[in-house]
């Protein structure tokens, strides 16, 4: 193989002449010893950025919402790794691979939290080192391939599944389905009994993730386009036919009964993804400058951008390499902005929750559309870079050829910049949930130390503590995580504990307390097996009877919604 490892090279050994009409950075085809090499350096380089940036999260973050409720199964109902042979009906997301998953985790881990939150930066790491591999596979240069890959590490609206455990089956789901497009994409590099096996692998990889979560579905169904753009539609057909039939196989024999809550009517499907695309531009617009700036305006420059650059590119004489620099970073931004519409199309269906600009734990929903926003992004960085570039060879007079050492350099110092932004972003995210964490602790010492010894079967209403320190980030705020926490510290599955947040309503009532929990169920606590507990004064009641409950309910206030403000951006 003869290619040049500048970007401007066109050609793999699995392009047919029609495919090669559009053009990527392809740089040479590293074998297995150098891409080992590269992938451990990039370990250890995303190793050291994590560290950097979640190593404060990992010492003083824990257990958020799902994983209280999670944490208590696995201590009372868990059959520990044998539950990787219970049925998925028993999983509310009917996934089997995750049940296999949180089992495994919880076998291994027990209840250390601090081991959880490291769980997560790994997977979180090791979703970067996939997507860097199957860009190198696509044959991106390795320096374009780790920024882009050390930037999805730290983007900052989609840290949920780096922050919280629970929702790293997105990080783990999208990984396999990284994996499973490189085993795709090496297997069009190759014919007969290789080329069907490095498939087989590949839809393995494909199931395996909708399995554990199926929010790539959407993207494997448009992994098509790939095969097409790399071997040609005659190949790429069959193909894409088979990752067609593994999708719909899982959709319609596991998801169908996910726990999910879904929307009814076309009318509100489209007007949901309506949404989703509106507020995905509205991300795009922060990655490309993560300030708080004018989306409208942002998007303006990158459209003028876009089309400017397109325009040069025609006048540019042919045997420039700017020319074609300019090209395929151009068809760079509008393939990750492609993934991204893509990657959120599948969350059209679900309730309005379920959108790119909800906070804390809600911003999960990103984790995909994260890697197409931070390509789209760092493609319009190379483009500025190469305009710049170019300019610059203008004024030079002569030469007139851009350096591509300069293009790469500006490039590079723009991702950088917005790489810190992002750190500081993730940070930021990180101590709003160690915070909660804290607030977590405080509830449970403070119920041990006042109710050292609840009665069997007591249900407990707390009160006083904030639902959430930050927006979407909460200390104990549903009617599942403080449940959990309580029956954990107290080693008694049957004891029930509620929080009582701005929004509850809790009432006397003849047979006993009710606790109407905001967007959740109602909870009616018998008199003389319940409990009320108030964080911020430390008061605690037990009535046994209505007149015991009216009187002493006054005192007992919920705490704030949360302490502290919503991010800018």
Not at 551 to 563: I, K, Q, Y
Request: hydrophobic share 50%; charged share 10%; proline share 6%.
């Amino acid at each position: 193989m003869n290619q040049s490892t500048d970007s401007s090279a066109l050609a793999t050994p699995a392009r047919t002449a029609q495919a090669s009409r559009v053009p990527v950075p392809i740089a040479a085809d590293p074998n297995a010893s150098s891409l080992i090499r590269e992938l451990g350096i990039l370990a250890l380089l995303l190793t050291g950025l994590g560290w950097l940036v979640f190593g404060s999260h990992i010492r003083h973050g824990g257990f958020y919402y799902d994983d209280w409720s999670i944490a208590s199964q696995g201590v009372f109902h868990s059959q520990g790794i044998f539950n990787l042979f219970l049925p998925s009906s028993i999983n509310p997301g009917n996934r089997p691979l995750l049940l296999a998953y949180l089992s495994i985790a919880h076998t291994f881990l027990g209840l250390h939290q601090h081991a959880y939150i490291i769980v997560a930066v790994i997977t979180a790491t090791g979703l970067s080192l996939a997507l860097f591999l199957a860009l190198r596979t696509i044959g991106l240069e390795r320096l374009h391939a780790g920024i882009i890959a050390s930037l999805v590490l730290l983007f900052p609206y989609a840290d949920a599944t780096h922050l919280w455990f629970n929702a790293t089956n997105s990080d783990v789901s999208i990984t396999l389905y990284l994996l499973g497009v490189t085993m795709a994409l090496r297997g069009l590099d190759h014919s007969g009994q290789r080329a069907v096996l490095y498939h087989i692998l590949a839809l393995a990889l494909f199931a395996a993730s909708l399995l554990i979560y199926e929010s790539t579905a959407t993207a494997i169904i448009a992994t098509g386009a790939l095969y097409w753009w790399r071997a040609g539609w005659r190949v790429a057909l069959p193909k894409w036919v088979a990752d067609m039939t593994v999708v719909l196989i899982i959709l319609f024999g596991f998801s169908r009964n996910t726990g999910i809550p879904r929307l009814h009517g076309l009318s509100a499907i489209t007007s949901h993804a309506r949404t989703i695309y509106e507020q995905l531009l509205t991300l795009f617009a922060h990655t490309v400058f993560p300030l708080d700036a004018s989306e409208a305006l942002i998007l303006v420059f990158v459209a003028l951008l876009l089309v400017g650059a397109r325009e040069l590119s025609w006048h540019l004489v042919r045997d420039d390499p700017s020319r074609l620099r300019l090209r395929l970073w151009i068809w760079i931004v509008l393939a990750g902005l492609a993934l991204t519409a893509v990657a959120g199309t599948i969350y059209a269906p679900a309730v309005s929750y379920y959108s790119p600009l909800q906070l804390g734990i809600g911003n999960r929903v990103n984790a995909l559309p994260a890697v197409g926003l931070v390509i789209a992004a760092y493609g319009v960085y190379m483009v500025i870079g190469t305009l710049v570039s170019c300019g610059v060879a203008y004024v030079g007079g002569s030469r007139r050829i851009a350096d591509q050492r300069l293009t790469c350099a500006i490039a590079v110092a723009l991702a950088l910049l917005t790489g810190v932004r992002f750190a500081h972003l993730t940070r930021t995210d990180a101590n709003s949930y160690d915070l909660a964490s804290r607030y977590q602790l405080q509830m449970l010492d403070a119920l041990s130390a006042n109710l050292p010894k609840p009665a069997s079967g007591e249900t407990i209403f707390t009160f006083g503590a904030p639902a959430y320190t930050a927006p979407g980030v909460p200390v104990f705020a549903a009617s599942w995580d403080l449940d959990g926490a309580v029956q954990v510290r107290y080693d008694d599955p049957t004891i029930n504990a509620y929080p009582v947040i701005p929004g509850s309503t809790v009432t006397c009532t003849a047979s006993g307390v009710t606790n109407v929990i905001l967007a959740g169920p109602v909870i009616t606590a018998p008199y003389g097996h319940v409990a009320l507990f108030d964080l911020a004064t430390g008061k605690l009641s037990q009535p046994t009877r209505p007149s015991q409950c009216i009187r002493a309910l006054p005192a007992f206030t919920p705490g704030p919604t949360t302490v502290l403000p919503a991010p800018s951006v």
